[in-house]
C-alpha cells in the first residue's frame, strides 16, 4: 500500500486567498483525521471522519475552516480566505477498527503551508 | 483539561543507554489505547508502540517498550541501547473508548537528543 497521501507537500499562498488541502487515506481505513502543528501549539486534532461522517470538528479553529469526505477515498480541508497565522504543518492520518479495538493512525507526509 | 501531559520538554541521553520519556493520561474511559510517535526532523510521523488499557503485559517492540501504570495513569516510552537516529520528537497520544472509532489526540510532545 502507498500509505497516506497529501498533496500538496509544499504551499504558499497570499492572504486572503483561498487554499485546498488533499488527502487519500489508505484502502480500507474506516477512520481519516485532520491535524495542524505548530512550534506554539503543537499537534492539534482539527476534525476527524468515522466512514466519511465527520463525527467531531471541534478543533477547527474557526469557519474559515472546512473539511469534507465525499468518499472513501479522498478527503479536502480547505481555508477561506487564509491568513498568515494559519501558516502550519497540516497532517492527515487514517485508522482502521478492523481489530474491533483501539487502532494506530498512519500519517501522510503533511503540507506545510506557508501564508504570506 | 489536558488529556495527555508530557512534562519533559527535552531530554538527552548518551548513545547506547537506556532513555525514559513520561507521558501520563487523563480519562474516566474504561477502554483506551495509549501510542508513541517519532518525528525526526524530516517531518513524518512514526508510529511505535502501542498499548491497549486492558493489556495485562506491557507493549514491547524491539528496543520501544512501554511502561504501563495503569493505576498512575502512566504510559512511560523506554528506549533502549539509543542510537543517532533515535534523535528525534517523541509523542504520546490516547483514544478512549472501543471499536477504533475514536479521536486521537496528543501530548506536547519531547524532543529527544542523543549524544555520542
Redesign the interface.
Known amino acids: 500500500d502507498a500509505g497516506v497521501i497529501q498533496s500538496p507537500r509544499h504551499e504558499v499562498t497570499e492572504m486572503g486567498q483561498e487554499v485546498t488541502l488533499r488527502c487519500k487515506p489508505i484502502s480500507g481505513h474506516?477512520?481519516l483525521?485532520w491535524?495542524r502543528q505548530t512550534m506554539m501549539r503543537?499537534?492539534e486534532?482539527l476534525i476527524?471522519f468515522?466512514n466519511n461522517v465527520p463525527?467531531?470538528d471541534s478543533g477547527m479553529p474557526e469557519d474559515r475552516f472546512s473539511a469534507k469526505m465525499p468518499n472513501a477515498s479522498f478527503s479536502t480541508l480547505k481555508i477561506q480566505p487564509s491568513e498568515p497565522r494559519d501558516s502550519a504543518?497540516y497532517?492527515c492520518?487514517s485508522?482502521?477498527?478492523?481489530?474491533?479495538?483501539?487502532?494506530?493512525?498512519?500519517?501522510g507526509?503533511?503540507t506545510r503551508l506557508t501564508v504570506v | 483539561a489536558q488529556k495527555i501531559t508530557q512534562t519533559q520538554p527535552g531530554m538527552f541521553v548518551q548513545e547506547k543507554e537506556a532513555v525514559t520519556l513520561d507521558c501520563t493520561y487523563d480519562t474516566s474511559d474504561p477502554s483506551y489505547g495509549l501510542f508513541w510517535y517519532k518525528q525526526p526532523s524530516s517531518g513524518e510521523m512514526i508510529f511505535l508502540i502501542y498499548q491497549g488499557s486492558y493489556d495485562q503485559q506491557n507493549a514491547t517492540e524491539g528496543r520501544y517498550s512501554l511502561n504501563f501504570q495503569k493505576a498512575r495513569k502512566s504510559a512511560n516510552l523506554v528506549i533502549s541501547a539509543s542510537q543517532l537516529g533515535d534523535s528525534a520528537m517523541y509523542f504520546c497520544a490516547m483514544r478512549e473508548g472501543s471499536g477504533g472509532y475514536n479521536k486521537l489526540i496528543f501530548g506536547a510532545g519531547t524532543r529527544l537528543a542523543v549524544h555520542p
Do not use: K
Request: no cysteine; aromatic share 20%; charged share 15%.
Open positions: 474506516n477512520s483525521f491535524y503543537g499537534l486534532l476527524y468515522n463525527i467531531d504543518v497532517f492520518a485508522s482502521s477498527a478492523d481489530r474491533g479495538t483501539n487502532t494506530e493512525a498512519f500519517f507526509q503533511g
